[in-house]
């Protein structure tokens, strides 16, 4: 998200929920933002593979708050340990950080 704010055009998430993945691709002109989630049989598959299970536009910085908001929601709930315990990986503060930083240079 953060790449999308800086200014990228174009930037993708995938999670993976084996044997399924969603790809989340987000395409960026102007200030608008589109979004389309993805969902795959296997994440290796091309995006042409995967069936579209939903899509929408925002402002880019409108898309920018919903993440933060999110991740916030996230780490109170789980805490930046229990966040590693249930997804086993770090949680991302460097990457929110320089997200909120972007959002309000």
Not at 77 to 82: A, I, L, P, V
Request: hydrophobic share 30%; with cysteine; aromatic share 10%.
């Amino acid at each position: 998200m953060a790449r999308l704010v800086g200014g990228e055009t174009e930037t993708r998430v995938q999670f993976e929920a084996e044997p399924t993945a969603y790809r989340w691709i987000f395409h960026r002109e102007g200030e608008s933002s589109w979004i389309r989630v993805l969902e795959l049989r296997n994440g290796g598959d091309h995006d042409n593979r995967g069936t579209e299970i939903w899509s929408s536009q925002l402002s880019t910085d409108q898309l920018a708050r919903a993440v933060i908001r999110c991740f916030d929601e996230v780490a109170r709930t789980y805490g930046e340990s229990g966040y590693r315990g249930k997804w086993g990986e770090h949680f991302p503060r460097t990457e929110l950080e320089a997200l909120r930083r972007l959002r309000h240079p």
